[in-house]
Nanobody, 114 residues
Framework: QVQLVESGGGLVQAGGSLRLSCAAS?????LGWFRQAPGKQRELVAS???????NYADSVKGRFAISRDNAKNTVYLQMNSLKPEDTAVYYC???????????WGQGTQVTVSS
């Protein structure tokens, strides 16, 4: 059982930056950030494997950067040039090799004001 603890959400003005962190209780192959806005489906924002391969949603490319510290089992999401449409609850998720995301954090609210 993998536990994920997120931190770093909050309220920021449009154009601002936030950094989210997620600490996993053990070593994991893939770590991802998802988000869910009110009335919308949960969507993948970014993911990173233990080898450093990254993947981003088109809507955040060039603005967000995902990274991880394997020694600390921690993943980060640096969010720059934030827009009001980035407002959502952001979830950290974890997956073992060739498996779906089966482990989820509790979520952290990100609110971007215009």
């Amino acid at each position: 059982q993998v536990q994920l603890v997120e931190s770093g959400g909050g309220l920021v003005q449009a154009g601002g930056s936030l950094r989210l962190s997620c600490a996993a209780s053990g070593s994991i192959y893939r770590l991802g950030w998802f988000r869910q806005a009110p009335g919308k489906q949960r969507e993948l924002v970014a993911s990173i494997t233990s080898g450093g391969t990254t993947n981003y949603a088109d809507s955040v490319k060039g603005r967000f950067a995902i990274s991880r510290d394997n020694a600390k089992n921690t993943v980060y999401l640096q969010m720059n040039s934030l827009k009001p449409e980035d407002t959502a609850v952001y979830y950290c998720a974890a997956a073992y090799f060739k498996q779906e995301y089966n482990y989820w954090g509790q979520g952290t609210q990100v609110t971007v004001s215009s």
